[in-house]
């Protein structure tokens, strides 16, 4: 597992930009508001292009400005989890689950469904779910797609402290159970050190 990131991209004026490369399974990118953390998950993702670089995950080249590469965002498979999490209002939790699963998948659904302690919620309607539920059923529809890597943004943004706890605790079972590269954006460095992460603080305005 590993990460080979050297990308910079401006927008509006302000210039985004991120070196890291390590073979540590999980990164954690920390730094205030507004410093381009998420926009270095959507570079990673496929959903905006970097002006310059290259993105390599697990050894896969994902965009190589030089060598002209740039796969789809369908192509390389990230398991993405939102901050403001994303989940469609109009299915319930188990259609959110399954929504974009792949065929072939080997990720087993009710491990899942036990280590993130969510199988009760399958028939719930999202409206209907707390914020901690909201957010274990956001990562239990990511792994469930059998993503290549996970990209997790603010994971427990607006949660309160046994909340943050419960998905700490599910990132650990992922670390364990379906070991994967994972790229975590935090504003909270306590957050990168329970997870035994990779720091790496980015500097900027708000």
């Known amino acids: 597992m590993s990460f080979d990131i050297d990308v910079s991209r ?9 070196t890291v490369r390590t073979d540590r399974p999980l990164v954690a990118l920390v730094g205030p508001s507004g410093v381009g953390k998420t926009s270095i998950l959507d570079m990673v993702a496929g959903i905006i292009r970097p ?14 400005s030089d060598a002209k590469i740039d796969m789809p965002a369908a192509g390389r498979h990230a398991g993405y989890v939102f901050q403001d ?3 469609f209002p109009h299915m319930r939790v188990q259609a959110n689950l399954l929504y974009g699963r792949r065929t072939g998948i080997s990720v087993d659904m009710d491990d899942v469904l036990d280590f993130l302690g969510i199988g009760h919620l399958l028939h719930r309607w999202p409206r209907n779910l707390s914020g901690g539920e909201a957010q274990r059923v956001a990562i239990g529809r990511a792994l469930l797609s059998g993503p290549r890597f996970l990209l997790l943004d603010e994971p427990l943004s607006s949660l309160d402290r046994h909340r943050k706890s419960d998905i700490l605790d599910a990132i650990d079972q992922i670390r364990m159970r379906a070991p994967i590269p994972i790229l975590y954006v935090t504003h909270d460095i306590g957050e990168a050190e329970r997870l ?11």
């Not at 002006?51 to 190589?64: C, E, K, P």
């Not at 035994?196 to 708000?206: F, H, K, N, R």
């Open 10 to 18: 401006t927008v509006g004026g302000r210039r985004i930009a991120l």
């Open 51 to 64: 002006d310059r670089g290259h993105i390599a995950v697990d050894g896969q080249t994902l965009f190589d």
């Open 85 to 87: 999490r994303r989940l």
């Open 196 to 206: 035994s992460a990779m720091i790496v603080t980015m500097a900027g305005d708000d």
